[in-house]
């Protein structure tokens, strides 16, 4: 449980730094929201990926029928 805290913490302080150095102009931020391109780029290629695989997932297979 403590690990988790731990954990969360650290990726709390790293966002909050990045959100930080963004802000004062340390990252390339093109619609200053305070989040940094290529951290925008790399989210929607992983939001991208993760949609790929629900769709895998969840699309009716061909010669598979829906129970009743
Ligand atoms: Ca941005």
Redesign the pocket.
């Known amino acids: 449980m403590q690990t988790i805290v731990i954990i969360l913490s650290i990726l709390l302080f790293t966002a909050v730094g990045i959100i930080v150095a963004?802000y004062l102009g340390k990252f390339k931020?093109?619609?200053?929201?305070?989040?940094?391109?290529e951290?925008?780029e790399f989210v929607d290629e992983k939001t991208g990926e993760v949609k790929e695989i629900v769709k895998k997932f969840t699309r009716n297979k061909p010669g598979r029928k829906k129970k009743k």
């Open positions: 963004t931020d093109s619609d200053a929201d305070g989040i940094p391109d951290i925008e």
